[in-house]
């Protein structure tokens, strides 16, 4: 059974900093792009950042660049996101997905279509 677990979310003020992790068990995460969406209730997914299967490409949304890194150990299904100078709009739930395709795809590709989600985690910033 393929499963995404993230890790890392919690409560933080207005300027501070978060990382979360999201680890991959189950299968073979080589080949895969991996990436971050978050939701928040009454608003559709966002795409944040994604990470290519060898962690040279990178791809953010632009309410993050600059503030939001995205890593992963190579070729792994682990993967990691730093979250600096956070906002209060940055509040979400956080979930870990990882697609088969380049990294391009997880702008590409429906949400609905993209290969395996983890359950989430949950941000908070406070003003």
């Known amino acids: 059974q393929v499963q995404l677990v993230e890790s890392g979310g919690g409560s933080v003020q207005a300027g501070g900093s978060l990382t979360l992790s999201c680890v991959g068990s189950g299968r073979a995460f080589g080949r895969d792009a991996m990436g971050w969406f978050r939701h928040t209730p009454g608003k559709e997914r966002e795409f944040v950042a994604a990470?290519?299967?060898?962690?040279?490409?990178?791809i953010y949304a632009d309410s993050v660049k600059g503030r939001f890194t995205m890593s992963r150990q190579y070729a792994e299904g682990t993967t990691f996101l730093q979250m600096n100078s956070l906002k209060p709009e940055d509040t979400a739930a956080y979930y870990c997905v990882a697609h088969t395709g380049p990294v391009q795809s997880m702008t590409t590709t429906l949400p609905t279509h993209l290969d395996y989600w983890g359950k989430g985690t949950l941000v908070t910033v406070t003003s």
């Open positions: 990470i290519d299967w060898n962690g040279r490409d990178t």
